[in-house]
């Protein structure tokens, strides 16, 4: 089992990777109103051990999307409002039933010198749905990509085809496990990209090092070089404070509270970047009945968790995933905690008095938190509940199968993605067990229509089944916190998993 790291192994594991002392810092006071050349920056992630990987296509952990992210780049990324935008790709169209799609291609150039074309796309393509990588995770969202139908276009296009329409295809060209990696390249010790960072070291559980690529097409990167390691939670708040590092990912609300005044570390927050909840297994006694799961909806209080598990910074969330993106079903009344109702339907369902077991873990901060808050609400109702602790290391897949109460939570992605990564039958993140087809159908059909406003519909109506019949608790749309030194500049405000997070080609030191 891999050991996380503590607050002295964060300096050990950059130096194991060639890290020694951080560059390009002075006084906490100092200023730098434009762009500096040169120094190194560390940025601190919460890591997952012996699991982490630089195959691009294999991402699931925010520590490996960051060092993905500075070796490569997508076809298009999202922006901070989860609207697709141009990265690799220029621009796009699609036919009259967005049923073939064309893209034309950036000049851009890999590091080892291959100037980017389409065999580059279609090769990336045919490698993310390689039926013998389980890991792979945006083989479910692309499946419907016809690969034998998909073409180059002239000079610097290609064209992708589809087995049926789908509207959102720019979308989820942009989704985790997307990036676009050289025709025949299959080596993730030694990987290559098109991205603004060279890569030099990899050791997986510890960090990783990337040097300045001069000629990426977006223009070169101000740094010399960007270390990514891997820390937890208190090792990475340490860190940032004594100057280790420059970047601290995913910070608690009551480490912001702490540094408030502290001249040394800045708090970049970004509302609404997610969300959290718990996740009912629905395909299983006792909330395969609806009416158990809509008890459990009832019983919690959401402001109580927003205020203990968030310190207040979250907006109470009511049972949909992605409040202020596109698509999401404004106007639905807001859920509230109704004691009695729920007490009367867990009577009704025969779940009154009896246990139900919560999978929880300290993977993310607040999750043991948030299963032992749950427990004492679900107690007041009639509901007991037994609190069973996992690996770290493990959970987020564990979580799949184990326990029928279990913590839950997602960084930014449009709610179309979110939908087809978690709650279509085959999606391979389904913690509920969402199995229905007949909601498939309405959600493909929904992401088939090229109308705006009928789609809009169609996704409202999906949304709402989910709220009213599923086995999703989100009961907070928390901020995403994350610390910066006073001498690293140009972090901008961005959800996870867009173009602006994690994003360091843009960052100068003073």
């Known amino acids: 089992m891999p050991v ?25 006071n100092s200023g730098s109103s434009s762009p500096k050349k040169g120094g190194t920056l560390s940025a601190a992630f919460p890591g997952a051990g012996v699991k982490e990987t630089m195959d691009p296509h294999a991402q699931r952990q925010f520590v490996d999307i960051a060092r993905h992210k500075a070796v490569f780049d997508k076809l298009v990324e999202m922006d901070s409002t989860l609207r697709p935008v141009p990265r690799l790709a220029r621009s796009w169209s699609s036919d009259d039933e967005a049923r073939v799609w064309r893209f034309e291609l950036r000049e851009a150039r890999f590091h080892d010198g291959h100037v980017l074309d389409a065999d580059d796309v279609l090769y990336s393509l045919s490698r993310i749905l390689d039926p013998d990588a389980a890991d792979h995770l945006a083989k479910n969202s692309l499946s419907h990509v016809d690969l034998a139908n998909c073409r180059k276009v002239g000079r610097r296009g290609v064209e992708i085809a589809l087995t049926r329409p789908n509207a959102e295809l720019p979308s989820q060209l942009a989704m985790t496990g997307t990036p676009v990696v050289r025709d025949g390249w299959d080596d993730p010790s030694k990987p290559v990209g098109t991205g603004p960072f060279r890569f030099a070291s990899f050791t997986a559980g510890r960090g990783f090092t990337g040097r300045r690529f001069d000629d990426h097409w977006n223009g070169a990167p101000h740094l010399d070089e960007v270390r990514i390691l891997s820390a937890e939670s208190e090792a990475r708040a340490a860190a940032v404070r004594s100057g280790e590092v420059h970047f601290a990912h995913e910070m ?161 992605m449009t709610i179309p993605t979110y939908i087809g990564e978690r709650l279509l039958s085959d999606a391979p993140q389904n913690q509920t067990a969402w199995k229905h087809e007949d909601f498939d159908d309405d959600f493909t059909a929904a992401r088939a229509e090229v109308d705006d406003e009928k789609r809009t519909a169609r996704y409202r109506s999906v949304q709402t089944t989910l709220r009213d019949r599923g086995g999703l608790v989100l009961w907070g749309h928390p901020e995403w916190l994350n610390a910066v030194s006073r001498t690293a500049h140009g972090v901008k405000e961005a959800p996870p998993n867009t173009v602006d997070w994690a994003r360091f080609d843009t960052v100068w030191l003073d």
Do not use: M, W
């Open 4 to 28: 996380t790291p503590t607050r002295r192994s964060v300096l050990a594991a950059a130096v194991a990777t060639g890290a020694g002392l951080l560059t390009g810092c002075s006084s906490a």
């Open 252 to 412: 608690t609300p009551t480490f912001a509270r702490t540094v408030a005044h502290d001249g040394r570390v800045r708090v970049v927050a970004t509302k609404r970047s997610g969300v959290q909840g718990f996740a009912l297994k629905t395909d299983r006694a006792p909330f395969d009945d609806p009416d158990a799961a809509l008890a459990v909806k009832l019983l919690v209080d959401r402001k109580r968790l927003v205020d203990v598990v968030c310190a207040g910074r979250a907006e109470i969330g009511n049972d949909l995933y992605g409040k202020g993106y596109t698509y999401y079903p404004d106007g639905l009344e807001q859920r509230e905690q109704d004691v009695a109702e729920a007490r009367r339907l867990l009577r009704r369902t025969g779940l009154y008095n009896k246990k139900v077991t919560f999978y929880t873990s300290t993977a993310a901060d607040g999750f043991a938190q948030a299963a032992h808050l749950f427990t004492e609400q679900a107690g007041e109702a009639g509901l007991k509940v037994e609190v069973v602790n996992g690996p770290p290391e493990s959970y987020f897949t564990d979580a799949l199968s184990k326990g029928t109460v279990t913590n839950h939570r997602c960084g930014a």
